[in-house]
């Protein structure tokens, strides 16, 4: 079992910065990749940035150039979500997502509670 804990969220104006973290914990696993998505009230959850070991950082177009998605340097079990010039629209829950093996080729996900993230206009 793995757990997924964001944090980092609040109330922001626009133009500032926030960063969010996403620890994933518990036991003999490997990380695959991480993932953050968001959900606006009202609409569908997306994804909004991933990373993983095989390839550059994704981003969704709607925050290119304005967020950076990073793993801790000595724990890549820790995830980084750096947000700058931030929009009223970018208000929303951000989830993270988690996929791990145990050792096998089964891949496993998990998601955290979210952390609310509101821009104020």
């Known amino acids: 079992q793995v757990q997924v804990a964001e944090s980092g969220g609040g109330l922001v104006q626009a133009g500032g910065s926030l960063r969010l973290s996403c620890v994933a914990s518990g036991r003999a696993f490997r990380p695959n990749s991480q993932e953050w998505y968001r959900q606006a009230p009202g609409k569908e959850r997306e994804l909004v940035a991933s990373i993983d070991s095989y390839g550059p950082p994704m981003y969704a177009d709607a925050v290119k150039g304005r967020f950076t998605i990073s793993r801790d340097s000595a724990k890549n079990t820790v995830v980084y979500l750096q947000m700058t010039r931030l929009k009223p629209e970018d208000t929303a829950v951000y989830y993270c997502?988690?996929?791990?093996?145990?050792?096998?080729?089964?891949?496993?996900?998990?998601w955290g509670q979210g952390t609310q993230v509101t821009v104020s206009s």
């Open positions: 997502k988690a996929a791990v093996s145990f050792g096998g080729s089964k891949e496993y996900i998990y």
